[in-house]
């Protein structure tokens, strides 16, 4: 990292490493997990009834239960894309389906998504060990990290516990960056995205008559959180991100079908698709951590003076801006 980089992010970092993980998860809730031997339609029924992207997964029963992956709804997707056939798949009903694929255990489908991002976190380790972990490539695929188990550890004279106690993702910490950057109103905020060394790169993207499957395919593949939509000008005129599944969840037993239109047709169906806000080089961090977090998305899109995407800034871009262990292998 630029050594002039490393003194603007100096006094963030040293925050974070003040702050536990802890103090990110103010409120326990109910862990919704799910068994490595469940059915894929079971699955799909739990993420459906609690609209909820991903679950941690677990083996073993009693004192040897243990979590060890992540499956998520667009793991489910892709592995019935992948295996039913084309003129077949708009009418899978992911709650009631009886064919065999149906059946597939949760195992499996984590083996086809061939993933290994699982990380867990002491509830008492630092912020800053939470940025290190959620922005380094890990894994046989060189995946990122969105999100990592927080467990508790707890002893006694008989006793020696790891529980699982919640789930911390990307968005929560850099939520946390942005509240620090604000309160404490540190110099780095100002600074532009092209003074921090974020620069032009390819954008992952499709195009309006693009089926709506191929974006999520695209999702998956590259391991990322959105693609954006572009028009025959290269201009951005939506996006469609992991998070967009839930507008297929709406549609109940047309799910599939849905996921067989057109880009465009999925965007009119939310205005919310089409709204998005392109920024520039010169946008400060400031300004970038404020669309991020206020809106609740992922990443942030860059266009050039000619409306052109030319770039793209996500949560593990600012998250590795403080990550303490970065090297120069680490660029992308």
């Not at 592995?79 to 009418?91: N, R």
């Not at 709650?95 to 949760?106: G, L, P, Q, Y």
């Not at 046989?140 to 516990?161: K, L, Y």
């Amino acid at each position: 990292m630029n050594l002039e980089i490393q003194d603007l992010t100096r006094g963030v970092n040293n925050l974070l490493k003040a702050s536990t993980v802890s103090s990110l998860i103010p409120h326990r809730i109910e862990l919704i997990d799910v068994y490595e031997k469940a059915q894929l339609r079971d699955v799909f029924k739990v993420m459906l009834d609690n609209r909820i992207m991903s679950l941690p997964v677990y083996r073993g029963k009693g004192i040897k239960r243990e979590h060890y992956a992540f499956i998520g709804c667009i793991d489910l997707v892709v592995f019935i894309l992948s295996h039913v056939p084309d003129d077949e798949v708009k009418k899978f009903n992911p709650r009631s389906e009886t064919k065999e694929i149906a059946k597939t255990k949760v195992k499996n489908v984590i083996n086809f998504a061939n993933r290994n991002d699982f990380l867990s976190i002491n509830l008492t380790a630092s912020v800053q060990d939470a940025v290190d972990m959620l922005s380094n490539k890990t894994g046989v695929a060189h995946t990122h990290n969105h999100r990592i188990c927080v467990f508790e550890h707890t002893t006694s004279d008989q006793t020696n516990d790891i529980t699982t106690v919640s789930i911390l993702t990307q968005s929560r910490v850099v939520q946390r960056i942005y509240e620090n950057i604000v309160s404490l109103n540190y110099a780095i905020g100002q600074c532009s995205l092209s003074d921090l060394g974020f620069g032009p790169k390819e954008v992952i993207s499709v195009n309006l008559d693009s089926q709506v499957k191929d974006a999520f395919l695209l999702i998956a593949e590259n391991d990322i959180n959105a693609v954006a939509v572009v028009d025959s000008e290269n201009r951005c005129v939506g996006k469609i991100s992991n998070q967009d599944i839930k507008l297929a969840y709406d549609h109940g037993e047309a799910m599939f079908d849905l996921l067989s239109g057109t880009v465009e047709e999925y965007l009119d169906l939310r205005t919310s698709l089409h709204n998005h806000v392109l920024l520039s080089f010169d946008s400060t961090l400031i300004e970038t951590l404020g669309y991020i977090v206020e809106n609740k998305v992922h990443r942030a899109f860059i266009q050039d003076e000619n409306e052109k995407l030319v770039g793209i800034v996500s949560l593990t871009d600012i998250l590795r801006l403080f990550n303490n262990t970065k090297t120069d292998d680490d660029s992308e």
